[in-house]
Structure formats: C-alpha cells, structure tokens
C-alpha cells in the first residue's frame, strides 16, 4: 500500500526511521525540507510511505511545483530522499523496487535532482525503471587565486586547472569598472525584475519576483540578490547562496558563491562587461569562487563567454519516461534552486 502519510503512522515511521537513517539525522525523512520558502502556496510537499503487513518498508518526499515544459506551465513532482529498508536488509529489495514503480505510476512527470551523478548507485537503479540520466554541466569561476590554493585541501587538482589560464584572470581589469556598469545589492525584487522574463530553455521553474523572493528569502542571511545596470537601464539580476566552507571534501575552507538564479535581459549590450562587474562586486564581498550547475545553453554560452571553467560533474537529473518525452536534456534551466539544493550544501538554514 502506497500512501501518503498520516499521524496515525507515527510509531511505525519512527521504527522505520530509526533503522534506516543514521542516528540524529531522523528528521530526513519526516521533516519538510522546503520549510523556509517563504510562500507555501507555492508548492506541495508530502511524505508518501510504502506500507506491507503493517509495517513501513519505504518512503519518498514528492514535491510538487510549477514547471515551464516545453512553453508550458504544468505541476511537476520532485522526487527527494526515496529510501526503503533495503538500505540495511537485502531481503526488503523488492520493498526499493515497488517504491520506484508506485512512483513512476502515482507521479508520471517526475524527476530527481543531484544523486552524486550518473554514476551513483541511485542513478543507475532508477535508469533500470525507465527514468533517463543525465549529468547537468558544472561551472566554476575562480575569483582569489591565493586562496583557492592555500586554502583548499583539493589544491592540486584546482591548481590543474587554474593554469590552463593566464594569472591575470584572476585580476579584475579597471575597464570594466565604469559608470556604465552598476550591480545593486537588493533585499528582494519586484515585479518590474521579471516583468519580460521568459522561458529560455526545454524545462525550468516559473520564475516571478513572488517565487525567487520566497524560495530565497531574505531573512536567511545566506541568499543574497542583485540587479544590473547597464547605462542606468535594468539589464537583468541574480540570485545566489552564500556558504563560508569548513573542512569541505571538495571546497577546504573556501567561501564559495553558488548560482541559483541568473537572468541578463536582452537589452543587454555587453553581456562579459556585466558579469565582470558581477564578479568585482562578489570579490569585494571576500568571495573566493562561484560555482553554477545548469544546462540552459542560453546561460552557458554567458559562462563561456566569461571563461567559467568546466569541471566535472556529480549533480545529474534522472527524468521519468513522460516528462522525458517532452524535454531536451541538452537544453533544461536547472540549478540549485530547483530540488532542495541549497539545503543540501552543508549549511544549516
């Protein structure tokens, strides 16, 4: 029996729980991970369970959440945390197994998010259900030189790449920072932000300043947003998290900035300019590198543009059969933003 759940399943989510999550991190599977948006009409989350001779086998957290596919705005269903307890006990494999398919069937346009790529062993069991893998492209930009090499434990494999480019990269040129380019700082945006604001890309979020200001808000000091000028003309905004890295597997003690949301209008003369000033802006704020997952070619050809350097990858989408049928994996507007990414980046927020 798949169903979503109730108080009266209590004590048998606690037994559940408690066997397959490591102790003090119960809370994963019970809690809403969406808990800071600020809107909550703007989307539903649930934890269903799988139920068998009264006992909870399996679970899954499905939000659920408007969706540009295609042109189209539809409700589709984020798949987060699915776990059964064949995580401890290889006789409960077809608990995992009746999971995946009640999903498949109860929520048909679906997907996952990060999973630790293609490669990961819940990638790979999902593909075996017809769900479609694909590694989403990950960018980084580095801003403090020194530190990406004496602060990050990883400096080797940075330094690898640090030197296919020239020093100055690093160096922000005073050209660049002139009276035709301005980056705000702002608390929240408004409806003139994303008054001409479009689908760019196969499958993306609905994005309005309601949505940005709610799924990053501004009283969790580690979001931050900006506005661009341009000639004094509002060219376009960002929207990133903030995250000051301890002892990172892969960040050391770097301060990192990651992307959730860029948009620059087509007004726009010079995009590289732009984001240069960006970039000074971040570097003011002591920001040692950005990083941005996303597989919009619109937005990728921006990072290219701006010698973002990229790296590989460990954040895949797995797209279910039907919503698969209507998107190009090559061209999907994902990023942190999507999924409970920023949530997921070891911060507590």
Same mark, same amino acid.
């Given at each position: $029996?798949f =169903?979503?759940?109730n108080?009266?399943?209590?004590?048998?989510l /606690?037994?559940?729980?408690?066997?397959?999550?490591?102790?003090?991190?119960e809370?994963?599977?019970? @809690?809403?991970?969406?808990?800071?948006?600020?809107?909550?009409?703007?989307?539903?989350?649930?934890?269903?369970?799988?139920?068998? *001779?009264?006992l909870?086998?399996a679970?899954?957290? =499905?939000?659920?959440?408007?969706y540009?596919?295609?042109?189209k705005l539809?409700?589709?269903?984020?798949?987060?945390?699915?776990v059964?307890?064949?995580?401890?006990?290889?006789?409960?494999l077809?608990?995992?197994?009746t999971?995946i398919?009640?999903i498949?069937?109860?929520?048909?346009?679906?997907f996952?998010?990060? $999973?630790?790529?293609?490669?990961?062993k819940?990638a790979?069991?999902?593909s075996?259900?017809?769900?479609?893998i694909k590694?989403? #492209?990950?960018?980084?930009?580095?801003?403090?030189?020194?530190?990406i &090499?004496?602060?990050?434990?990883?400096?080797?494999?940075?330094?690898?790449i640090?030197?296919?480019?020239?020093? +100055?990269?690093?160096?922000?040129?005073?050209?660049? $920072?002139?009276?035709?380019?301005?980056?705000?700082?702002?608390i929240?945006?408004?409806?003139?932000?994303?008054e @001409?604001?479009? #689908?760019?890309?196969?499958?993306e979020? *609905?994005?309005? /300043?309601?949505?940005?200001?709610s799924?990053?808000?501004? +009283?969790?000091? +580690?979001?931050?947003?900006?506005?661009?000028? *341009?000639?004094?003309? @509002?060219?376009?905004n960002c929207?990133l998290?903030?995250n000051?890295?301890?002892?990172h597997?892969?960040f050391?003690?770097?301060?990192?900035a990651?992307?959730?949301?860029?948009y620059?209008?087509?007004?726009?003369?010079?995009k590289?300019?732009? &984001?240069?000033?960006?970039?000074?802006?971040?570097?003011k704020?002591?920001i040692?590198?950005?990083?941005?997952?996303?597989?919009?070619?619109?937005?990728?050809?921006i990072?290219?543009?701006?010698?973002?350097?990229?790296?590989?990858?460990?954040?895949? =989408?797995?797209?279910?059969p039907?919503?698969?049928k /209507?998107i190009n994996?090559? /061209? $999907?507007?994902?990023?942190? &933003?999507?999924g409970?990414?920023p949530? @997921?980046l070891?911060?507590?927020?």
């Amino acid at each position: $029996m798949f =169903i979503k759940y109730n108080d009266s399943f209590r004590n048998q989510l /606690d037994i559940f729980t408690k066997k397959v999550i490591k102790k003090g991190n119960e809370n994963l599977v019970s @809690n809403d991970p969406f808990y800071y948006y600020k809107d909550k009409n703007l989307y539903k989350s649930n934890l269903w369970i799988l139920i068998k *001779e009264n006992l909870i086998v399996a679970s899954v957290i =499905i939000k659920k959440q408007k969706y540009y596919v295609a042109g189209k705005l539809e409700e589709i269903s984020f798949i987060r945390y699915p776990v059964s307890l064949a995580t401890i006990d290889k006789k409960y494999l077809s608990s995992s197994i009746t999971l995946i398919q009640n999903i498949k069937s109860q929520f048909p346009k679906s997907f996952l998010l990060g $999973m630790g790529g293609s490669k990961s062993k819940t990638a790979k069991f999902f593909s075996t259900f017809g769900y479609v893998i694909k590694d989403l #492209p990950f960018y980084i930009k580095p801003l403090n030189f020194f530190n990406i &090499l004496t602060q990050n434990h990883l400096t080797i494999k940075y330094f690898n790449i640090i030197t296919k480019f020239k020093i +100055n990269g690093f160096n922000f040129n005073s050209k660049y $920072m002139n009276n035709n380019y301005d980056i705000k700082e702002v608390i929240d945006f408004n409806k003139k932000d994303f008054e @001409n604001r479009k #689908p760019i890309s196969s499958f993306e979020l *609905e994005k309005t /300043d309601v949505h940005i200001n709610s799924l990053a808000p501004s +009283n969790i000091k +580690n979001f931050i947003k900006f506005r661009f000028y *341009e000639k004094n003309v @509002n060219v376009g905004n960002c929207t990133l998290f903030i995250n000051q890295s301890i002892n990172h597997k892969y960040f050391g003690n770097l301060k990192i900035a990651v992307f959730l949301d860029l948009y620059i209008s087509e007004k726009c003369i010079d995009k590289k300019k732009t &984001l240069n000033s960006l970039n000074h802006q971040l570097k003011k704020k002591n920001i040692d590198i950005l990083i941005f997952n996303c597989g919009a070619k619109n937005i990728l050809s921006i990072l290219k543009v701006n010698k973002w350097i990229k790296y590989k990858s460990q954040w895949a =989408i797995a797209s279910s059969p039907e919503l698969f049928k /209507d998107i190009n994996l090559d /061209d $999907m507007y994902l990023s942190r &933003l999507d999924g409970d990414g920023p949530t @997921n980046l070891g911060v507590d927020i």
